[in-house]
T-cell receptor, first 114, second 111 residues
């Protein structure tokens, strides 16, 4: 079954700790995205990548980092510099990142502060 | 002003009702419009995808785009309790690489 797998489902971070959220897709999509979802604020774009070894900052990239070493994988690291990391994180992909291709989402990772 | 505005609700309707969900937007350059359904603690799933103005129907769902008014709608006929979810609108420019999302409308269909 093709889709996007995010892990873990729930993650807890201690103060000063970096944590990494996993996103894997087997849809053969070129473009991948990370969003943050907070109540009442909708989805905000953190980073996106349209091709392997290249990625761009979104609207709220500060305190986050990504890598795109493989087409299938786009991990997100929430660094200790992100002072308010508690949120629902969603990974998405689209065929080639062009405007007329819709995005498909994983089931998210909920990150909380210990 | 936000690029995309969506009434957060919550909206509560009896089973079998017709539901109307709406978004307005400010930039006339948006060309592609989507509706997503998101169940609690799940990721959004694509429901409808339309290009430019007009209507698109898929089963009990109809998506409508009015570019002159910068207004899009999603209609749900014969609503079911399983339709209870948050509905997000999204849109993008023709040559854009960033989607713009509404904040979502929470819908509850009461049996």
């Amino acid at each position: 079954d093709g889709g996007i797998t995010q892990s873990p489902k729930y993650l807890f971070r201690k103060e000063g700790q970096n944590v990494t959220l996993s996103c894997e897709q087997n849809l053969n999509h070129d473009a991948m995205y990370w969003y943050r979802q907070d109540p009442g604020q909708g989805l905000r774009l953190i980073y996106y990548s349209q091709i392997v070894n290249d990625f761009q900052k979104g609207d709220i990239a500060e305190g986050y980092s990504v890598s795109r070493e493989k087409k299938e994988s786009f991990p997100l690291t929430v660094t200790s510099a992100q002072k308010n990391p508690t949120a629902f994180y969603l990974c998405a992909s689209s065929i080639d990142g062009r405007g007329y291709q819709p995005q498909h989402f994983g089931d998210g990772t909920r990150l909380s502060i210990l | 002003q936000k690029e995309v505005e969506q009434d957060p609700g919550p909206l509560s309707v009896p089973e079998g009702a017709i539901v109307s969900l709406n978004c307005t937007y400010s930039n006339s350059a948006f060309q592609y419009f989507m509706w997503y359904r998101q169940y609690s603690r799940k990721g959004p799933e694509l429901l409808m995808y339309t290009y430019s103005s007009g209507n698109k129907e898929d089963g009990r769902f109809t998506a409508q785009v009015d570019k002159s008014s910068k207004y899009i709608s999603l209609f749900i006929r014969d609503s079911q309790p399983s339709d209870s979810a948050t509905y997000l609108c999204a849109m993008i420019y023709h040559d854009g690489n960033q989607f713009y999302f509404g904040t979502g409308t929470s819908l509850t269909v009461i049996p």
